[in-house]
């Protein structure tokens, strides 16, 4: 889609208000429709110039909230909207030669071509509301849409305004208090357009790649009973409890001089480096699975104990339980069989906890962006 990138950073280079822009304000790519926004103006004059309505007057401010149709330079047919008397919505085919041949005539027409980030720039004088605006997009699920959405509308602006007002008044430890709340959140804020990373990992055929497509519930990875099927990372983007989560399958640890295996573990050892959560799977039918293994090298792991169904067959014929307590697994592991699909939601519910331990209430403010995490940060240090 024909969109100049913006300029990296907070804050995007401010248009200028008595020029009249066009941009498209769909998602880049191939779709169904297209939507264009012209604002500025000289709207009426450049769509004028451009579109026929099916009568015989030419748009007006008269035609406002009204959706005409009609012929863009007597190639295309096409809906347009006034919406108010500097901007005009014109809806076309969702093919990229549609949408190009509309922006290349409007900007012959006289308008300045910008992205939409850039005309949301103009649009709202709030720096908070802008970059929630500009994140909202890329939002992965509802709820960290829903976060974002609090921010842009205003949330976020009034808590801060709360804390200068206290800092004014000379209530220090009042306005700390506020500054270390929105501290936080600030691991939550910076994945809310960011999945977390999550690595398994453990020794060779533990059962990774299977508890892969359990938890994704389908087939994502290759399994085979032979040790070493996996050798180069496999990744899968997920969803657990409305909290965006990268999956990354990765090759077994332990001895080998087989140079492929050698340089799939270094990956693997990379991955658990850089990783948020570790889900360190263990055969539980073979206690000795995750000795030899350097200890320190997981961190704070979160213990799987898989192929559970080996070891006590009447429990995973049983119910599957999923209560959030379950007596000695915080301390034991996560007893789960990825095969039968046991033990998985609550495998679920443990690294939805991981992630976020205290999900915010109604009304609690998650700071997003990582420059405005960083500044609330230094903050609250000063």
């Not at 099927?229 to 989560?245: A, E, F, K, N, S």
Request: contains cysteine; charged residues 20%; glycine residues 10%.
């Amino acid at each position: 889609m024909p969109a100049p990138p913006g300029p990296q950073g907070w804050r995007l280079t401010m248009l200028d208000p008595e020029f009249t822009h066009v941009t498209v304000m769909t998602p880049r790519g191939i779709g169904a429709i297209a939507s264009c926004l012209v604002l500025g103006p000289d709207a009426f004059r450049a769509v004028n110039s451009c579109f026929s309505p099916r009568r015989e007057t030419p748009l007006s401010v008269e035609d406002q909230g009204r959706v005409l149709f009609g012929d863009w330079q007597g190639a295309e047919e096409l809906l347009v909207c006034v919406r108010d008397e500097k901007s005009i919505e014109v809806h076309c085919h969702g093919g990229l030669a549609a949408v190009t041949s509309i922006i290349t005539s409007l900007v012959a027409a006289g308008c300045k071509q910008c992205d939409s980030e850039q005309l949301h720039e103009l649009l709202e004088s709030d720096p908070l509301v802008r970059l929630a605006g500009r994140l909202l997009p890329a939002a992965p699920t509802a709820r960290t849409a829903g976060l974002i959405l609090e921010q842009y509308r205003g949330g976020l602006a009034g808590t801060l305004e709360k804390i200068l007002q206290e800092l004014e008044r000379g209530e220090a430890s009042t306005a700390l208090s506020r500054l270390e709340q929105l501290c936080d959140f600030s691991d939550l804020g910076r994945h809310l357009v960011k999945p977390w990373q999550v690595c398994l990992a453990g020794a060779p055929n533990v059962g990774k790649s299977s508890l892969l497509n359990a938890l994704v519930g389908y087939q994502r990875a290759i399994v085979n009973e032979q040790a070493g099927t996996t050798r180069d990372q496999l990744t899968v983007t997920t969803v657990v409890d409305g909290w965006p989560l990268e999956l990354i399958d990765t090759a077994g640890l332990g001895e080998s001089d087989q140079p492929l295996e050698k340089a799939g573990m270094e990956l693997t050892r990379a991955c658990i480096e850089s990783a948020d959560v570790v889900l360190l799977v263990t055969d539980a039918s073979r206690p000795g699975s995750v000795n030899g293994l350097p200890a320190g090298q997981f961190g704070d792991p979160l213990l799987v104990l898989n192929k559970w169904d080996l070891v006590d067959t009447a429990a995973v014929a049983g119910p599957d339980r999923c209560e959030k307590s379950d007596p000695g697994e915080s301390h034991d592991g996560v007893r789960v069989s990825a095969t039968c699909g046991w033990g998985i939601k609550r495998l679920l519910d443990h690294l939805s906890r991981r992630l976020v331990p205290s999900p915010p209430v109604d009304g609690q403010q998650v700071p997003c962006g990582d420059e405005l995490i960083d500044a609330i940060g230094q903050a609250a240090r000063a």
